[in-house]
């Protein structure tokens, strides 16, 4: 497995990659089973597989945990290596923003994310999604994958790259992958390292929350509206600060009529200080 800090190694060694398909799984570090899953899935459809680790600074809030974002590259690349990733690219920050001047990013290039990016996630943490956009622009444009796979985790994520790369014509196949979950039912995530180990055990609570909203739904429940907040009531009242529980369209993020038949319950709420995002797909 080869490690590259420069956009110049990087793009030396896929020069030598001529005529194979290129996979290719953006993360932030502090690896976990679910991203090595992914990994795992872009090898079974590429000939060269690429990680990127960079902790993106463009993404994150004024008080959100940037700097306090764990990592850990020496375990990252153990991790990888076992799992059979080609490259590890792990740029600095100055690499990413060639104009950064040790404060400031000074990137005046922003991608602007669709509409969808102002719903959920998106109105609580207002530039996220084009952070997020942006620098997966970036990386698009330096690893130049023929694929790229994505959790399903954070949906709103994988969807805002997807009509990305749909109406900006990367040409790039956009994998999603199946949540990896603990054997309590909680998401898989790089943050679950925040929590104790009390609220670990409680936070699992969150899906167990979205698996019956599902169930009331298959029983044929349609008033949307109430059966999101007696969610969000059940949560608050074991401890949880809730950001939005609610149900969307699979398709788009959009309000779903009530003959909609593919549906997803979305969850985001803090435990403690950790902020937490969950979904579960709803096929009627």
Known sequence: ???????????????????????????????????????????????????SIFVNPLQFGANE???????????????????????????????MYPDFNGQDLMQQVIVQPPPLADILCGASRPGHFAGVATVVT???????????????????????????????????????????REPSGLAMSSRNGYLTPEQKHQAAQLYAQL??????LEHGRRDYVTL??????????????????????QTDLSDPSPDK???VIVAAAKLGNTRLIDNCEVNL
Request: aromatic share 8%.
């Open 1 to 51: 497995m080869q490690l590259f800090h420069t956009l110049r190694e990087l793009r030396a060694f896929l020069d030598g990659c001529a005529g194979k398909r290129i996979g290719f799984v953006p993360t932030m570090g502090n690896l976990h089973a679910g991203h090595c899953q992914l990994v795992t899935q872009a090898k079974g459809r590429a000939d060269i597989v690429v990680v």
């Open 65 to 95: 945990d940037f700097g306090s974002y764990p990592r850990t590259l020496r375990a990252d690349c153990d991790q990888l290596r076992t799992v059979g990733a080609d490259v590890v690219f792990a740029p600095a920050v100055d690499e």
């Open 138 to 180: 970036k990386l698009f444009n330096m690893v130049k994958p023929d694929l790229a796979v994505f959790g399903k985790k954070d949906c709103q994520q994988l969807m805002v790259i997807r009509t990305m790369v749909r109406q900006l014509n990367f040409g790039i196949e956009i994998l999603g992958v199946d949540t990896m």
């Open 211 to 216: 698996q019956q909203m599902r169930t009331a």
């Open 228 to 249: 999101c907040q007696e969610s969000i009531s059940s949560l608050e009242k074991q401890g949880w600060q809730v950001d939005y529980v609610d149900i969307r369209s």
């Open 261 to 263: 038949t593919e549906l």
